[in-house]
């Protein structure tokens, strides 16, 4: 099973500030088949980035996502209000059982 | 537009039983893979179950293996999951998602739906 470690777990920053996140994987993920999804308090996870780094559909071009192998990388070019929230990373390259990372908080400072 | 409308949850005593519901709308139900991803109180995400379109092939996490079962009616397009045996553990949001991808028993989560409560009381 691949373990996902993602850092920090609070992100404490400013609307209008740069915000970069880190998905460390504990093996290779095949075919950089890495995801993010954005969890905003009270809703559902949604959809970011796939591929490492394509956007979803309808995700803004300040999110864009970066990496290969065991490091990734999300990064929210300037913090809307609408951004704080929760990301998790997630690989799907493995045939084994769906895992996620413990999340990173983006807090507003 | 996509829609995935989950139902069932509610409180129930350990032990106890509950059947979940997912009602889906504006995609061919069919032809994809859906799963079962759960959030317990103030933490992360944790896979439960997957099911392939014409269930075929299910998959279920470690935590829930023997006593939860997944399955779906295509032609209602509704994806069900069956606890049984459940646990104080087992308290958590509980949501059901489409599959845009998968390999093996592992996808990418494309559209989820609000999710419902489920609270295990010991």
Known sequence: EIVLTQSPGTLSLSPGERATLSCRASQSVTSNYLAWYQQRPGQAPRLLIYGASSRATGIPDRFSGGGSGTDFTLTISRLEPEDFAVYYCQQYGS????????GTNVEIK | EVQLVESGGGLVQSGGSLRLSCTASGFTFTTYTMNWVRQ???????????????SSTTYYADSVQG?????????????????NSLRAEDTAVYYCAKARYCSGGNCLLDYWGLGTLVTVSS
């Open chain 1, 95 to 102: 045939s084994v059982a769906l895992t996620f990372g413990g």
């Open chain 2, 40 to 54: 317990a109180p103030g933490k992360g995400l944790e896979w439960v179950a997957y099911i392939s379109s014409r």
């Open chain 2, 67 to 83: 006593r939860f079962t997944i399955s779906r009616d295509n032609a209602k397009s509704s994806l069900y999951l069956q606890m």
